[in-house]
């Protein structure tokens, strides 16, 4: 069976400090997909990244950037200079290869910037 | 703009009453999806559809209905045999095969209470 776990539900940070955001993606599955997402108070939520099963190559995108490792099955988000408007929960949803493709949710993690 | 359009923002429902929440998009997308989300949770899928006329149950189906007649059209109707739901529902749409990669695009939710 597939399992997520975000192991931090909650996170507090002065505004600046950088903050990683920990993901575990349990499977059997040698293909799949790993994407983030943001909810912000408003309660829509907004695609940050996808990262392919096969790729390994860490990635930086402005003050966000992603460490995922296939061997320990994690898949890590780090924003730094974390701003008040980060402030939001952040879900980590793997997918399943293949035609019938689902996300399945990790229950999120509150990120709080205070200033 | 392309997106998705969920209304209301807001729906109080009587006890025994059936309410509709609906969801346009105008994406093109083949896929979409009808998510509850709860305090404190993650989302729970309820419904599915990756094409017009057909549609699957999610991991909590019961008490709820859908239809999809129309591709950017895919109303979720609350029955009175929802025992507790009192929830924000997220409706979402997304490609099929390669262009999955790219994830979900999410409405701005519905938030039902029942009064």
């Known amino acids: 069976a597939q399992k997520v776990t975000q192991a931090q539900t909650e996170i507090s940070v002065v505004e600046k400090e950088d903050v990683t955001l920990d993901c575990v993606y349990e499977t059997r599955d040698t293909t799949y997909y790993l994407f983030w997402y943001k909810q912000p108070p408003s309660g829509e939520l907004v695609f940050l990244i996808r990262?392919?099963?096969?790729d390994e190559q860490n990635e930086i995108s402005g003050r966000y950037s992603w460490n995922f490792q296939k061997s320990t099955s994690s898949f890590n988000f780090t924003i730094t200079a974390s701003q008040v408007v980060d402030s939001a929960v952040y879900f980590c949803?793997?997918?399943?290869?293949?035609?019938?493709?689902?996300?399945?949710w990790g229950l999120g993690t509150s990120l709080a910037v205070n200033p | 703009d392309g997106g998705i359009t969920q209304s209301p923002k807001y729906l109080f429902r009587k006890e025994g009453q059936n309410v509709t929440l609906s969801c346009e998009q105008n994406?093109?997308?083949?896929?979409m999806y009808w998510y509850r989300q709860d305090p404190g949770q993650g989302l729970r899928l309820i419904y599915y559809s990756q094409i017009v006329n057909d549609f699957q149950k999610g991991d909590i189906a019961e008490g709820y209905s859908v239809s999809r007649e129309k591709k950017e059209s895919f109303p979720l109707t609350v029955t009175s045999a929802q025992k507790n739901p009192t929830a924000f529902y997220l409706c979402a749409s997304g490609p099929t095969g390669t262009a999955f990669n790219y994830g979900y695009t999410f409405g701005s939710g519905t938030r039902l209470t029942v009064v």
């Open positions: 990262r392919n099963s096969f």
């Open positions: 994406l093109n997308h083949d896929a």
């Open positions: 949803a793997p997918s399943n290869a293949g035609n019938n493709r689902k996300l399945i």
